[in-house]
């Protein structure tokens, strides 16, 4: 047996050992992702924009009251859901609400973009305990948190700002065309605009780098790790973005079913997916 075939069968023994897949298997080839539905809910929402999962009590919120999604009608509202799809309340905050859309949960409190204000919900009473004029905001649109601070997008302005427990807030970008979903992973912030997804730097300079080019105007945004991506986009489709590869997992446009600013249950790998103009809920499970 001559050396070059020992250290060959050596070298593929540690790479078979590094190799795993997602199901918790060990082929070296990833799993395809796909998405199968697993629940869907009946048309009881009014323009449901936003879902997020809320770990902590494992229900859903659903931001409600988006078909005049820049009218001050005092028709939003926000929904609570199950992880199972039956709703659990339907109206669970309403009152000063006109067309809520992005959601993040952080030290108790729902904050809540409103086209151009930001909402504070109490969660243990569903009742808003402050509201944030944001000074030259048009369309607010997506929130997320790093469990530190809040950030929110503007999609007409381009800006993207960061909010402080204490309601001070502050432009950290300016140059983000259409900028929609937000997310944070391991200290960063991530966006999706017309350029694709962008990841901003951790030093608080907030450098931004784009990751993905192929998914344009995006609007939700699930991070599984730093490399592997779910977006949606508003129109009907959502995508699976792992390194270089894009795949689609989902196209409901001949439906007319739109898929706008989908949350994530992660042990259940549940992509929830709220279809605005359909006013419903459904719950893909995702294989990857």
């Known amino acids: 047996m001559n050396n070059s075939f020992l250290f060959a069968a050596a070298a593929a023994l540690a790479l078979s050992g590094c190799a795993g897949s997602q199901n918790g298997g060990t ?45 001050k009608d005092n028709d939003g509202f926000i929904s609570v859901v199950n992880t199972d799809g039956t709703v659990r309340n339907l109206r669970w905050a309403e009152g000063n609400l006109h067309a809520p859309k992005g959601m993040a949960l952080i030290g108790g409190k729902l904050y809540v973009t409103d ?11 569903a009742s808003i305990e402050k509201t944030i004029a944001v000074d030259s905001a048009v369309f607010l649109n997506d929130v997320a948190t790093d469990g530190q601070q809040v950030y929110f997008s503007d999609s007409r302005t381009g800006r993207i700002y960061a909010l402080a427990t204490d309601g001070s807030y502050e432009t950290i970008s300016t140059t983000n065309t259409g900028v929609n979903g937000l997310e944070c992973h391991a200290g960063h912030l991530y966006a999706l605009d017309g350029e694709g997804l962008k990841k901003f730097s951790s030093d608080g300079s907030y450098t931004q780098e784009t990751i993905n080019t192929q998914v344009t105007g995006g609007d939700g945004l699930v991070i599984l790790n730093d490399s592997t991506f779910v ?32 949350g994530f249950v992660p042990g259940k790998n549940l992509v929830i ?16």
Do not use: C, M
């Not at 086209?115 to 009473?125: N, W, Y």
């Open 115 to 125: 086209i151009d204000e930001v909402k504070i919900i109490d969660v243990a009473s």
């Open 231 to 262: 977006a949606s986009r508003w129109h009907g489709e959502i995508f699976f973005i792992r390194g270089s590869e894009t795949t689609v997992l989902l196209d409901t446009q001949a439906e007319k079913s739109n898929t706008a600013d989908i």
């Open 27 to 71: 082929d070296e080839t990833p799993v395809t992702p796909e998405l199968t539905q697993v629940w869907k809910t009946d048309t009881v929402f009014t323009g449901s924009e936003s879902t997020l999962y809320d770990p902590s009590a494992d229900v859903i919120y659903v931001s409600n009251g988006n078909t005049k999604a820049g009218e």
């Open 273 to 288: 997916v709220p279809t605005f103009l359909k006013n419903e809920v459904a719950a893909y499970e995702l294989a990857y």
